[in-house]
């Protein structure tokens, strides 16, 4: 129980990474607070399946990634409800794919906001929680897209690389004062939201499901294999660890050798 009375915010933890996170940490024994989008009687489902599962609290935000106020609003409700935030996962994140010349500003200034920015916001409100108590974690969830590019994914991509960027300037700051930061990049992981896209690739390009899965969504994955989100999470338990106590800049690739070209 490595998080035993600490408290965890995971950002976009409705569903698929960021869930798996909180469970993970619940796990572990913290208590945790929830933030996403999605049916109201989905995400209500979630928190009261992780106290009744794990017996900690766990508490929900709405807060808006886009609005900074409504990010420094979460953290406050989560120091106030929860005592603390020791652990800050930074995991909210959407795409839009497009050609530069076509990209529409709204969905670059979405993209950037919700995948980059609110991660700086959200670690400018928890960092002088976390120095006054002399110690944290911060994990952002990054992207096997903060390494190499694709095309079409200019905005993405861009983002993921200024969270590896964000992460090491943190990490350089609070390395005196107990607080790690570090950034996880997986490669495709099998969530709702990807298997989601299978049936229309299938039209689109006439195409089977294995052919779908296996020479669009995995072909630059080596092991041919979806990452899975209890692997992120556990990745996350172990940056939260001792054993990673002088584990800080680091960008953790779960990519199925996706970079290692």
């Excluded at 299938?202 to 294999?225: C, E, F, G, H, W």
């Amino acid at each position: 129980m490595i998080l035993q009375s600490k408290s965890a915010v995971v950002t976009g933890s409705t569903s698929g990474i960021g869930l798996a996170i909180a469970r993970a940490f619940a796990a572990e024994g913290a208590n945790v607070l929830i933030n996403g989008f999605g049916a109201a009687e989905d995400i209500e489902a979630a928190r009261a399946g992780i106290e009744a599962e794990f017996g900690v609290r766990a508490i929900y935000s709405g807060a808006d990634m886009t609005r900074p106020t409504e990010i420094a609003a979460m953290v406050a409700q989560a120091q106030a409800e929860l005592g603390a935030v020791d652990v800050l996962v930074n995991n909210a994140g959407v795409q839009f794919v497009s050609p530069i010349e076509d990209f529409p500003l709204e969905k670059w200034d979405q993209i950037i906001a919700i995948n980059l920015s609110a991660a700086f916001h959200a670690i400018r409100a928890v960092v002088p929680g976390m120095k006054s108590r002399g110690w944290g974690r911060i994990i952002s969830t990054a992207s096997a897209h903060s390494l190499v590019a694709s095309p079409f994914k200019s905005a993405y991509v861009a983002a993921k690389h200024g969270v590896v960027g964000l992460t090491k300037t943190a990490a350089l700051e609070l390395a005196p004062h107990g607080v790690t930061v570090n950034c996880i990049s997986p490669g495709y992981v099998w969530t709702p939201l990807v298997e989601n896209q299978i049936p229309a690739t299938m039209a689109s390009r006439n195409l089977t499901r294995d052919q779908v899965i296996n020479d669009v969504l995995l072909a630059a994955q080596p092991t041919k294999q979806f990452v899975t989100p209890e692997e992120v999470a556990a990745i996350a338990v172990f940056l939260c660890s001792p054993a990673a106590k002088q584990m800080t800049g680091a960008n953790l690739s779960v990519d199925g050798g996706w970079t290692a070209a």
